[in-house]
């Protein structure tokens, strides 16, 4: 029985020791296959790791560009809002300054209008005072045409009143230049007249007859003028409103050759021009 017993121990030893062998590699196979698998895990944590790695990396560069791009516009931003508030204050100062421009250009026609409109009332001022001064010129002149021809002919021209001192009103012998009492008397009368007035020139023009030379007859017209302007320098004109010329024969009133009209020839006549009037318009 107990050998029996033994035999079957000894031939389940071996099989015992087979089946445990057989476990073994298999649990080796299980453990391997497991450390295998957690290898393959950890290998695709690992890459997945990576990967996330690389895609933070990947973000962080984008961010860093974007940060950096962001950086360039936020400088540009600020260079432009400096030009832009230059750019202001310029356009502010130069605006200020057109207005300042412009304020003194409205002065300036203000100025301008109000010299125009001082100068305006100052002209027509003028122009009455002067139109008033001719209108007193010419009533001054009408008077004395009025008073002179109450001694002598008198007439207007356009240089002013002349008078004719020849013929009936003053005569001259033949071939002389001196006054006869008669023609101191006129002349005393003429020069009372022309001592009520004022603002004149008295020009003394002598004249001849046709008979001798011309050179003989111009000297002989500026003598009879001169005698006539010496004797109303006497009677109390002044000297300076006085002029004389003489004519000699070239001037004759009368052109004839009879007695009467070389009578009326031998003359002085006497130009009387009121300064305050403009003559021969």
Request: proline share 1%; glycine share 6%; net charge negative.
């Amino acid at each position: 029985m107990t050998s029996l017993n033994l035999s079957e121990e000894t031939r389940e030893t071996p099989a015992r020791a087979n089946r445990m062998t057989a476990v073994l590699a298999l649990l080796f196979f299980v453990l391997l296959g497991g450390l295998g698998f957690l290898a393959w895990q950890i290998r695709q944590q690992t890459l997945a790791v990576e990967r996330e790695m690389a895609a933070l990396a990947r973000k962080v560069d984008d961010a860093t560009a974007l940060a950096s791009r962001a950086l360039d516009r936020a400088g540009a931003s600020e260079t432009a809002a400096l030009v832009a508030a230059e750019g202001r204050q310029q356009a502010e100062a130069e605006t200020a300054d057109a207005r300042k421009e412009t304020e003194v250009a409205r002065q300036d026609a203000t100025t301008a209008r109000e010299e125009a409109t001082t100068a305006t009332e100052a002209a027509d001022r003028a122009k009455a005072e002067a139109e008033a001064i001719r209108k007193k010129a010419e009533a001054e002149v009408n008077r004395l045409e009025a008073a002179l021809g109450q001694v002598a002919e008198t007439h207007r021209t356009a240089l002013g009143l002349v008078m004719n001192l020849g013929s009936d009103h003053l005569k001259f012998e033949f071939d002389k230049a001196d006054l006869r009492p008669e023609d101191r008397e006129l002349l005393s009368r003429i020069a009372g007249i022309l001592m009520t007035s004022h603002d004149y020139t008295v020009s003394v023009n002598g004249h001849t007859d046709d008979v001798g030379t011309d050179a003989y007859n111009q000297k002989l017209s500026e003598r009879r003028a001169e005698a006539v302007r010496d004797y109303l320098v006497k009677a109390g004109l002044s000297a300076d409103i006085l002029s004389v010329q003489g004519h000699g024969k070239a001037m004759p009133l009368v052109r004839a050759s009879t007695d009467a009209a070389r009578a009326k020839n031998r003359r002085v006549e006497l130009g009387i021009v009121n300064t305050q009037i403009k003559y021969g318009r």
